[in-house]
């Protein structure tokens, strides 16, 4: 009913030369894996050289952030037509390190969603809650709202290419992984949210990914529960051994 999709974000790694070397090694451990698709989100400067290296493989490529306005004087940034353009086919909107450390709001996020889906790209959002947020229990109300936010305006339509990533803050890099049950809890969360706003199929046809210390040795369970369809993966889509037996927990 829902495709599983395997994203790698790569973040602030690897050059265009590390880019293709690394896509070049990934190629034959993944291929013919087509029970999910295989998205990797490169360094804006790695673009051109990931769409190269990828060719005629089933890796396909996102870039990290896109800008909301078509053109103009916004220095330093990239927009949806330029990234259409480069071959790319996702981007990851509102990362959690873009909401810490740029400035990103819930508003901008809608913005950049809805710019890169009328742009026809497939907008990998992100949403999830900090540590202290978690502790004093607003959770699910924090994981509603951001994903409210991120859609409005956003077309029944549309929604075929919105993936939703709940990536606790917590979890992010530091080694602590959700465990399989709060994976699933928080995924249902952002399912529930779309639900409200677009009605119970297009919410069961959404591909929601956890994200958040995946890795080779934990994805297979975290794989396994009901509302979670992939996974956005940092420092494990960095080795290609790790992501591709990732791949393979999808299968
Ligand atoms: P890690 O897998 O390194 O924890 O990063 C997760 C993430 O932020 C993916 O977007």
């Known amino acids: 009913m829902r495709r599983y999709v395997i994203a790698g974000n790569w973040k602030m790694n690897m050059t265009p030369a590390k880019a293709q070397a690394l896509i070049n090694e990934m190629k034959p451990l993944v291929a013919g894996k087509d029970n999910c698709d295989i998205v990797l989100c490169v360094p804006a400067i790695d673009i051109p050289a990931a769409i190269e290296a990828a060719k005629g493989s089933n890796i396909k490529i996102g870039a990290e952030n896109v800008h909301f306005k078509a053109s103009g004087a ?8 330029m990234l259409v353009e480069a071959g790319v086919e996702y981007v990851v909107i ?26 026809g790209l497939k907008a990998i959002v992100c949403v999830g809650e900090t540590l202290e947020q978690r502790e004093l229990g607003y959770t699910e109300t924090l994981l509603k709202f951001q994903t409210k936010m991120a859609l409005t305006n956003v ?23 959700a465990t ?15 639900a409200e706003m677009f009605g119970a199929d297009i919410a069961a046809q959404t591909t929601v990914q956890y994200g958040g210390s995946m890795n080779d040795k934990n994805a297979a369970e975290l794989l396994s529960k009901e509302n979670v369809d992939g996974g956005l993966i940092g420092g494990a889509s960095l080795k290609s051994a790790a992501f591709s037996a990732i791949v393979d927990a999808a299968q």
Not at 94 to 119: K, W
Not at 162 to 174: F, K, L, R
């Open 180 to 194: 399989a049950d709060q994976a699933d809890e928080g995924n249902g969360y952002v399912r529930a949210a779309v």
């Open 94 to 119: 509102g990362h959690s390190e873009r909401r810490q450390y740029f400035g990103e709001t819930d508003q901008t996020v809608n913005l950049r969603t809805l710019a890169a889906l009328n742009a």
């Open 155 to 177: 077309t029944a339509e549309q929604m075929k290419n919105v993936i939703i990533a709940y990536e606790p803050v917590w979890a992010i890099g530091t080694g602590v992984t």
């Open 74 to 81: 916004y220095t330093g940034e990239i927009s949806a037509e």
